[in-house]
């Protein structure tokens, strides 16, 4: 079974300038996740769906930040434009969505720094 | 909403036991995580356990849980140098969705 695909791995960007991500779920998995990670803290999630509809994003800061689940399968979450303290770990996760399990598979994640 | 903590660093020798441990708020039934994440990787699920449970053994891992004390620890046998990681506490934080803990960074020294 293919795991969580991200990418790119790596970006390197100018404050003020735009950057995307793309994250392709594990097939069949109804939730897709999408976390920010700074240096040595924890994933904060910024935006949760189900299917391709929102169910939280009230972490995202929307001035800034989208993101969109298209056909419920593939996502991308933008920053437009960029801050210095955008620099983190952008990890998306993917779960089968039902139960009381939530077991949430991770990709490799993409490496933001904002110069 | 739910808040866990963890203490940020661990460091123990190869073939001494590590006990890595969590405090979380949320009281309601639910499932607690532990994850792991090497450098430069996402998280990888370890192990869980449901809170209607006082441990869960998985081969060298251990996962006790203090419900009263809404304490939650994980315990590795044996520990190898390819333990050496970060590990995620990740409690209940709505509905799909954990809360992860600031991660306790594992040192093993060979």
């Known amino acids: 079974e293919a795991g969580v695909a991200q990418s790119p791995r790596y970006k390197i960007i100018e404050k003020r300038q735009s950057v995307a991500f793309w994250c392709n779920p594990i097939?069949?998995?109804?939730?897709l996740y999408w976390y920010q990670q700074i240096l040595g803290q924890g994933p904060k999630l910024l935006i949760q769906?189900?299917?391709?509809?929102?169910?939280?994003d009230s972490q995202l800061p929307k001035d800034r930040f989208s993101a969109e689940r298209l056909k419920g399968v593939d996502s991308t979450l933008k920053i437009q434009p960029a801050k210095l303290e955008d620099s983190a770990v952008y990890l998306c996760?993917?779960?089968?969505?039902?139960?009381?399990?939530?077991?949430?598979?991770f990709g490799a994640g993409t490496r933001l720094s904002v110069l | 909403g739910e808040d866990v903590e963890q203490s940020l660093f661990l460091s123990v020798r190869e073939g001494d036991s590590s006990v890595i441990n969590c405090t979380y708020t949320?009281?309601?039934?639910?499932?607690l995580y532990w994850y792991k994440q090497e450098p430069g990787a996402g998280l990888q699920l370890l192990t869980y356990?449901?809170?209607?449970?006082d441990m869960k053994q998985d081969q060298r891992l251990t996962v006790l849980l203090n419900k009263k004390d809404k304490h939650l620890s994980l315990r590795i046998a044996d520990t190898q140098t390819g333990d050496s990681a970060i590990y995620f506490c990740?409690?209940?934080?709505?509905?799909?969705?954990?809360?992860f803990g600031i991660g306790t960074k594992l040192q093993v020294i060979p």
């Open positions: 996760a993917s779960s089968q969505g039902s139960g009381g399990k939530n077991i949430q598979y």
């Open positions: 949320d009281s309601s039934s639910t499932y």
């Open positions: 097939s069949g998995h109804a939730t």
């Open positions: 356990i449901f809170s209607n449970m």
């Open positions: 990740a409690g209940p934080g709505g509905y799909q969705k954990v809360t």
């Open positions: 769906f189900q299917n391709n509809g929102v169910v939280d």
